[in-house]
């Protein structure tokens, strides 16, 4: 395990580590599950854009139409 030195405003850290109590995590703990939740939406970001890349944007559309069409006859 690495240790990390970060610098934050005084009033960040505070509240980091007032939102860290709230969840019964210590500020390591929960820096270390925002630090994943924050690296699992760039892979994904970096996953769709490889994807997205290789793709056909009008079978993409169409895609999005027909989940569109769902979301309305589910009523969402």
Sequence with gaps: ???LTIRLPDDTAERLK???????????????ELSAR???AWDTENHFRALAAMGN???????L????????????
């Design 57 to 63: 944007v009008e079978e993409a559309l169409a895609i």
């Design 1 to 3: 395990m690495t240790t």
């Design 65 to 76: 139409d027909r989940l569109d069409a769902d979301d309305r006859q589910a009523g969402h």
């Design 38 to 40: 924050a690296l699992a």
């Design 18 to 32: 007032s939102l860290a109590r709230s969840r019964g995590l210590s500020t390591n703990k929960l820096v270390e």
